[in-house]
């Protein structure tokens, strides 16, 4: 797996870097059209760090489909300009020199994944898993990657929710406890100092405040945190938008300040 390098702060406002974001990229599967920024997938790997996207496959068995927005599968919801605006902040506010000119986007059993320390995954209430998928994922956390869960909700928003996302990981890691995460946990301070969870404003999707909650190593709070699952809101949103003057700059600052910190904390342990 992919060395951890140190991190050192830079001193720069967030939002004076909001104006990277200002089109849409490009698709490489498909999504929204219109102009495009230089983007590329699954480039060479080089050692730089590079922001890895999990594929994974649905089922419509849900109250609404998988495919319910632009015909998209749900782990492309937000690509690639939700990761594509995030490198861009990390590369100005960490020593971290990630590539912002492409991504990886892996299936969960590609042996590729072994390279890349941190790994994202969106729309997990619609994630249908198989053996393969679960032995590999396992595989991936106990050597010491990490997942960031995000954009799943209440099953009654569609998908199968909490319920369908945690049968998915008792899978993967059985016995697994999810516990909630508060302001104390570490991986929020991994860079920022985030001292209140509610600082990340409820998305305008979503009908209840956002949750946090963590997976450690052997469920021991004193051990590795090798997975975030936010539920209840849809944190690549506020990246992905960021440039378009659709959301408040300083809940887009507190989205990205999140989202430095998840990789901070990934890259860091």
Same mark, same amino acid.
């Given at each position: ?31 929204? !059209? ?8 699954? %480039? ?26 632009? $015909?998209?599968? !749900?782990?492309?919801? %937000?690509?690639?300009l939700s990761e594509q605006n995030l490198m861009q902040i990390m590369s100005s506010v960490t020593?971290?020199? !990630? ?61 199968? $929710?909490? $319920? ?34 509610s600082t990340l404003k409820q998305h305008y999707n979503e009908t209840t405040p956002p949750q946090?909650? %963590? ?29 378009? $003057? ?24």
């Amino acid at each position: 797996m992919m060395r951890r390098p140190s991190l050192t702060p830079a001193i720069v406002l967030i939002g004076c870097l909001l104006a990277t974001a200002g089109t849409f990229a490009q698709r490489r599967y498909g999504g929204l !059209p219109g102009a495009s920024k230089a983007f590329n997938v699954n %480039g060479k790997y080089d050692g730089r760090f590079r922001f890895v996207r999990l594929m994974t496959d649905c089922a419509d068995v849900w109250r609404t489909p998988c495919r319910y927005y632009l $015909g998209l599968p !749900p782990w492309e919801h %937000g690509y690639p300009l939700s990761e594509q605006n995030l490198m861009q902040i990390m590369s100005s506010v960490t020593a971290l020199d !990630p590539h912002v000119e492409d991504s990886m986007v892996l299936a969960i059993q590609d042996p590729e994944l072994s390279k890349y320390p941190v790994a994202y995954m969106t729309e997990a209430g619609f994630w249908t898993i198989n053996d393969a998928e679960a032995t590999a994922l396992n595989a991936y956390l106990v050597k010491g990657g990490f997942v960031i869960f995000d954009d799943f909700r209440d099953p009654s928003r569609g998908g199968g $929710g909490w $319920g369908n996302f945690e049968s998915n990981m008792a899978r993967v890691i059985p016995g697994a406890e999810w516990m909630p995460l508060t302001s104390s946990d570490p991986i929020f301070h991994s860079f920022f100092e985030i001292n209140d969870l509610s600082t990340l404003k409820q998305h305008y999707n979503e009908t209840t405040p956002p949750q946090f909650y %963590g997976l450690y190593e052997k469920n021991d709070r004193s051990r590795r945190l090798m997975a975030i699952a936010n539920y209840n809101v849809d944190i690549s949103d506020w990246w992905e938008f960021s440039g378009q $003057g659709y959301s408040p700059v300083d809940a887009t600052n507190q989205a990205y300040k999140f989202g430095v910190n998840y990789v901070v904390y990934g890259m860091t342990h």
